[in-house]
């Protein structure tokens, strides 16, 4: 695959599910979100040495998707979480919960619509996606392995980093920025496979377990400080105090695995900077490739 044709892809995922997002579609909330951030990741690629100002703003509105529709899907997951343990733990007395998030959903999304501007985000998206911004793609072709291996390193560095700063301890948002330097890893080693650089399937499958490891881990936590929340305006139920135990029994069995699977996400990392420095020896452009990554590093 092309990088011409990859980008294309990815455009065309967020574009065909934008319209059902704006809708408040769960699933295609979901779609968008993560089509998004796979454009993200390759867009810098695309930009190469000189990044032109088309591709500078389809990544930044990439990124205003991402955001954007990040609280209503948190909402969206919250509530399918506390479906699920309704049935298993078989709880009650969690109506009050069950509202206030479905409360909580309906002002985030009316906050998305706000920001979105409802149909015009998709015209926006057509007007940054036009053939105009794709033409010079491909005269990266030469170049691709190296960027790739530019951007690679950059995201593997800051995985790094992210694990070493969550260290031992439960720390909230210590956690999530892991699980976002996992994902962000994950999506650009998707591009060694989807470039058809090498194989690197097992990584992408130990990322991907890391990702919905901490991914569950940030879920439980939102949906736990709901419940806290309505705890400290009303005296809690048994109902809630069930839950609220179920959810932080989760949350220190999801902890533990993270913490048991740190070796083998430093497996990865190291397998990946073996992998970039093996693609940085496959560019035949005469002048060292750079590749705007460690700027962008905590950009959700």
């Given at each position: 695959m092309t990088l011409a044709s990859l980008v294309s892809r990815h455009i065309r995922a967020v574009r065909a599910s934008l319209p059902g997002a704006l809708r408040g579609d769960a699933g295609e909330v979901h779609k968008v979100r993560v089509s998004s951030r796979r454009l993200r990741e390759l867009l810098p690629v695309v930009a190469g040495r000189s990044p032109g100002r088309r591709v500078k703003k389809l990544?930044?509105?990439?990124?205003t998707l991402t955001r954007t529709l990040g609280p209503v899907r948190e909402m969206?997951?919250?509530i399918e979480q506390l479906a699920f343990l309704?049935?298993?733990?078989?709880?009650r007395g969690i109506a009050a919960v069950r509202r206030a998030i479905a409360a909580e959903r309906g002002r985030r999304r009316r906050a998305m619509l706000e920001?979105?501007?409802?149909?015009?985000a998709a015209r926006k998206l057509d007007r940054l996606a036009s053939s105009k911004m794709l033409g010079g793609v491909e005269d990266l072709r030469r170049d691709a392995p190296a960027l790739v291996a530019a951007w690679l390193l950059a995201r593997a560095a800051r995985l790094e980093e992210a694990i070493e700063a969550a260290?031992?301890?439960?720390?909230?948002?210590?956690?999530?920025?892991?699980r976002i330097a996992v994902k962000k890893l994950r999506y650009s080693l998707e591009l060694v496979q989807e470039l058809r650089l090498g194989r690197v399937a097992p990584d992408l499958r130990r990322l991907k377990g890391a990702q919905n490891l901490l991914g569950s881990l940030h879920d439980l936590e939102v949906l736990a400080g709901h419940a806290r929340s309505l705890d400290s305006k009303a005296p809690p139920g048994p109902g809630r105090r069930v839950l609220v135990g179920v959810l932080e029994e989760e949350l220190r069995h999801h902890h533990a695995r993270f913490l048991r699977g740190r070796d083998a996400l430093s497996g990865v990392i190291a397998r990946v900077r073996q992998r970039g420095g093996e693609l940085a020896g496959l560019e035949t452009a005469g002048s060292p490739v750079m590749i705007g990554g460690p700027a962008r590093a905590h950009s959700r």
């Open positions: 990544r930044r509105f990439a990124r969206d997951v919250a309704e049935a298993r733990e078989h709880l920001r979105m501007g409802g149909g015009e260290g031992s301890l439960y720390e909230v948002e210590r956690l999530h920025e892991a």
